[in-house]
């Protein structure tokens, strides 16, 4: 079935770091793709989105490429912020259904 | 913010008690949905509904129902709970032209 696959966090970044966080999918088809990020105590925000192969999806100083050749969808940040600490996760969706898989999450902290 | 709230936001109750969680949304979406969150698992879906008593199983349904006797609510019920069933567990809407999915600010429930 399809699955995936996030880095482990927590990732630990000084304020005006590089942000890279590695996602990967296995997928039958061909599924939109998604970032979504979880703010301490609150439920789950749409970060950004790509709906086919080479698109890319940015939001907030965020980007993410969906690259069908190495089923990736890799999150970047040029200059993170403290602000940006939370829990990111990588979600694929196909159209009939309308249901996410969810990586496991990867936890930001960003330290001033 | 999509307009999706649940109640309550936080419970404690004793294994055996059923339980029942309400989402309530007034975007007056087609489709709605129960995950839960668990560490390490991201959020993985329990039953979702595609209209007025219309309702699926996702992939952890053992252990819950669902009913949709409205458009606007949604409710998930543990019929008998157990440790296991401690977890946050939110609720998530979509609809419109893009079937984006959005989230409910979660209930977190602790089974003793």
């Known amino acids: 079935g399809d699955s995936v696959t996030q880095m482990e966090g927590p990732v630990t970044l000084s304020e005006e770091a590089f942000l890279t966080i590695n996602c990967t999918y296995t997928?039958?088809?061909?599924?939109?793709l998604f970032w979504y990020v979880q703010y301490p105590g609150e439920g789950l925000q749409l970060l950004l989105k790509?709906?086919?192969?080479?698109d890319k999806g940015s939001n907030k100083g965020f980007e993410a490429t969906y690259r069908k050749e190495t089923t990736s969808f890799h999150l970047e940040k040029g200059s993170v912020q403290v602000s940006d600490s939370a829990v990111y996760f990588c979600?694929?969706?196909?159209?009939?259904?309308?249901?996410?898989?969810f990586g496991g999450g990867t936890r930001l902290m960003v330290k001033p | 913010d999509a307009g999706i709230t649940q109640s309550p936001r936080h419970k404690v109750t004793e294994t055996g008690t059923p339980v029942t969680l309400r989402c309530h949304q007034t975007?007056?979406?087609?489709?709605m949905y129960w995950y839960r969150q668990d560490p390490g698992h991201g959020l993985r879906l329990i039953h979702y509904?595609?209209?007025?008593?219309?309702?699926d199983k996702g992939e952890v349904s053992d252990g819950y129902s669902v009913s949709r006797s409205k458009t606007e609510d949604f409710l998930l019920t543990l019929e008998s709970a157990t440790s296991s069933q401690t977890s946050v567990y939110f609720c998530?809407?979509?609809?419109?032209?893009?079937?984006?999915?959005?989230f409910g600010p979660g209930t977190r429930l602790t089974v003793t």
């Open positions: 998530a809407i979509s609809g419109g032209p893009d079937y984006e999915q959005y």
């Open positions: 997928a039958t088809g061909y599924p939109s």
């Open positions: 790509a709906t086919k192969a080479d």
């Open positions: 979600a694929l969706k196909y159209a009939r259904g309308n249901m996410l898989t």
């Open positions: 975007e007056n979406h087609r489709y």
């Open positions: 509904s595609y209209g007025v008593k219309d309702t």
